[in-house]
């Protein structure tokens, strides 16, 4: 395509329309070389195997000592949810001792779709918070969750450390924590 001469410069792209498509050309060949991060994909587009929790967001499930997993209710998202408030006290649990080794996991209760839960991810600004559904409540049923919220500290064979089935403050879960990842 060639364009007028406006400043001195016939037959040639605009250097800002070329430099345009350079940079898109590139991030597009560098998120299907898998360089660039993307916060969050759905488990819809690939198959989960049976058993497997459906709708995952965020980061891939992290390797650490010890895991955090709660079980929240995530819709309705209003302030007044006990869940959202909770998920605060996640994150600041996962800030104070990430580097020391714990993850965290929010696993969604309220069965919502997968688009809310991309919604409730960026809302409720999660970062390295793995969020998952539970269609069918697999994940419910292997730890024997009946209402949310309910916390767990789970070491990495899966064996229960700590046991929370209500709301659990950020000092009460520390104790633990600091003990588990010492």
Known sequence: MFYQASAGRTGRRPRRRRLAVLACAFAVTAAAAGLLWWPHHSAASARARPGEAANVIGRPQPVGKVHLVAFLATQPDTAATPSRSQAVEITSLLAQYGAKG???????????TTNALTNTYYDWQLGDIHLTGDPGRTRAGQFKVTGAPTTLLVDDKGTVLARWDSYVLTAQAAQIITVKLS
């Open 102 to 112: 714990l993850t965290a996991e929010i696993v969604d209760e309220s069965g919502a």
